[in-house]
């Protein structure tokens, strides 16, 4: 879809965002067609970390972009998901190589999600060794990874599809989308402008579930339709920003970024 299909008074504005392993930022073009930073709370990237804190009432306070080593001096109930990145998207083979760096990381193998048994966690050796492109896709549809919730918190919060073997636990995308959320909220309180289309940039080596995986946690982090969203490979974004290949982009092509 081009800016140009959108009515005049839906458009809003379009962001460009870096959801990075261990920051994140938002962008968006100035009057002279130029990008410019938007600071969240006055720094121009924020933590991708998502702390839950548990209040009186059993209440969960959710708060994202928050700086970690301060965190760490909060009370004892607060649990913090970080390098979520890692792991969206993926399968618990996959996954298992982030464990050591990756909290809260619940992996089973398919036996053990097949017949209910207790969650554990894999060894590092166990990771991406053999394991090729295709089972990879395939284990991220039939065993997708999981991240422990609060004790007492509730997965049907956050997801609908919950079922007695998930309930417990939360898909890393709905993780990152309160790091996105965040910076949505930010640049419309900013600009005074609706988002209603975004640009997500990606690693190259992001495969068709993950890409996926990151256009979901966009969707739940904004009311931006899905097909409005584009994710773009970061080698992608450094070409064009350095001018390298605009003459082989469409107009078309141009427009819609």
């Not at 100035?30 to 933590?47: W, Y």
């Not at 301060?70 to 607060?78: F, I, L, V």
């Not at 256009?215 to 982090?221: N, Q, Y």
């Amino acid at each position: 879809m081009l800016i140009s299909d959108i009515p005049a008074g839906q458009r809003g504005i379009g962001v460009g965002i870096d959801l990075g392993t261990t920051n994140s930022a938002i962008s968006v073009l100035n009057d002279e067609g130029n990008p410019r930073l938007i600071f969240v709370e006055g720094k121009s990237t924020i933590p991708s970390v998502v702390s839950f804190q548990k209040e009186e009432g059993n209440d969960i306070k959710i708060t994202a972009g928050i700086d970690f080593s301060k965190g760490q001096a909060m009370r004892s109930d607060t649990i913090f998901y970080r390098h979520v990145k890692r792991v969206i998207g993926v399968g618990t083979t996959t996954a298992a190589g982030s464990a050591e760096v990756v909290p809260h990381l619940v992996i089973r193998t398919a036996s053990q999600r097949r017949n209910g048994k207790s969650l554990n966690k894999r060894s590092k050796k166990e990771g991406l060794s053999g394991v090729g492109l295709a089972k990879m896709i395939k284990e991220a549809k039939e065993n997708p990874v999981r991240l422990l919730l609060p004790e007492g918190v509730e997965a049907s919060l956050f997801e609908d599809d919950v079922t007695e073997d998930n309930e417990g636990t939360i898909a890393p995308e709905v993780i990152s989308s309160q790091i996105l959320k965040k910076l949505f909220t930010t640049a419309e309180k900013e600009t005074g402008e609706k988002i209603t289309r975004a640009v997500i940039g990606v690693p190259a080596y992001f495969n068709d579930m993950q890409r996926e995986a990151t256009i979901t946690a966009a969707t739940l982090a904004s009311t931006i339709p899905r097909e409005r969203i584009r994710l773009l490979r970061e080698p992608e974004a450094a070409a064009l920003a350095y001018g390298i290949g605009k003459r082989q982009i469409g107009r078309g092509d141009e427009e819609e970024l």
